[in-house]
């Protein structure tokens, strides 16, 4: 029974003191509220007024109030030019321009593109600068638009925008100078773009009067070249090696050539095939012996009558996964020619691994393919 008194006392003490803090706090106006009225014959006390406030700072100016004698804002210039209406396709970004550039002007809103168009225009005409647009829609990583990279096959040469999306896509053009291989290119690209003053930008709406002609331009890359390829890379000094031969694909002349065999390992979709876990199983695998596969293939072929009339050389190429054999060079993917090469090809396999008639003259299996092969990038690795 002692807890509950102990208990009462400590709460009885508590409030006790909060009722001194308070009266503390309120000073008389407590006192005036709890004590009684007493007969006097002195005056009232004057009531306590409150500090008059500060005066304000005559800078400060209430919101909602006119400022008498303030300047107006001033509004945006309206265009007082004819935008041109040429076609824009001859005039976008493609992927073969630079791979450094220079971003000399954005344009924004509805007459954006249109406005781009001049400030190219007279960049080609009147300074002789290499100036290209290049459209947000069409910018590559910032949608998944229909024929826009990286959405697009890799053989899509500039962004081919259609319905619907061509009319759902926000309108900002961006003007691109330059066609530079390397940085230092750019820089002195771009310390010549800031200098100039294009007059068709004064013609057009601007929205700070500071910012005349081109000199807040800056470096940028070609969005649509990778980035692999921006920057200078070490060559693999194992596929330099392996593609030394005679018959290496770096002295193919043409950008294209016709693959005919691809020599490489084994493969699997079971990831936990004991065969593959095996040392010895790797060792007997074909990829040791693609190198050489690939070369015998070529040197037979180069030799046999059927193949040296069509009149294209044989070239291989090597690297670390596999080993091509590829016939003929060509500089377009369309070439005519390349269609009555892959005909012959087709109608000399069964001949030449016919033992009966040929004597077998070829061991390895070979068929052309369907298509042409880009081997410029190939002949970059091993140069």
């Known amino acids: 029974m002692k807890t509950p008194i102990v208990r009462l006392a400590i709460f009885s003490a508590v409030m006790m003191t909060a009722a001194t803090s308070q009266a503390q706090i309120f000073g008389k106006r407590t006192a005036k509220t709890t004590a009684p009225a ?24 209430p919101s909602g109030s006119t400022v008498i004698g303030a300047t107006p804002i001033e509004e945006l210039k309206p265009l007082t030019m004819d935008l041109p209406n ?18 000399a002007k954005t344009f924004r809103g509805e007459q954006s593109e249109r406005m781009a168009l001049a400030l190219v225009k007279e960049l080609r005409h009147e300074y002789k600068l290499p100036a ?3 459209r947000t829609k069409d910018f590559p990583g910032k949608s998944n638009i229909r024929g826009i990279p990286p959405t697009a096959e890799s ?4 962004a081919k925008v259609t319905l619907p999306e061509k009319v759902r896509t926000y309108d900002e053009a961006a003007v691109m100078v330059g066609d530079e291989k390397t940085e230092e290119d750019a820089e002195k690209l771009l310390k010549q773009v800031k200098k100039i003053k294009p007059k068709c930008l004064n013609e057009m709406p601007r929205l700070f009067v500071l910012h005349e002609g081109l000199g807040r331009a800056m470096r940028t890359t070609n969005p649509y070249v ?36 691809d020599f490489t390992g084994r493969s699997t979709f079971k990831t936990q095939d004991e065969q593959f876990k095996s040392l010895a199983f790797l060792r007997s695998s074909p990829l040791a012996t693609a190198h050489d596969d690939a070369e015998r293939l070529a040197d037979k072929l180069s030799k046999q009558p059927e193949i040296r ?9 090597h690297d670390r996964t596999s080993s091509r054999v590829y016939i003929g060079s060509f500089d377009v993917p369309n070439d005519p020619r390349a269609v009555a090469l892959r005909d012959a090809m087709l109608a000399n396999i069964v001949k030449l691994r016919d033992k009966k008639r040929s ?25």
């Open 155 to 158: 053989y899509v040469q500039q």
């Open 86 to 103: 040429d076609p824009i396709e001859p005039y976008l970004l493609t992927k073969t321009i630079g791979p450094y550039l220079v971003l």
């Open 132 to 134: 290209f647009i290049l």
């Open 38 to 61: 007493a007969e006097s014959t002195a005056p009232p006390a004057t009531p306590e007024k409150d500090p008059a406030p500060a005066p304000l700072d005559p800078k400060v100016v």
């Open 226 to 261: 990778p980035a692999q390829y921006l920057f200078p890379q070490k060559k693999d000094k194992l596929l330099v090696s392996m593609n030394s031969g005679r018959q290496s694909l770096k002295n193919c002349n043409g950008k294209y050539s016709l693959m005919i065999a």
């Open 309 to 317: 009339q069509l009149g294209q050389p044989l070239f291989v190429y």
């Open 359 to 383: 004597g077998g003259a070829v061991d390895e299996m070979f068929a052309p393919a369907n298509y042409l092969t880009d081997v410029a990038a190939l002949k970059e690795k091993i140069k």
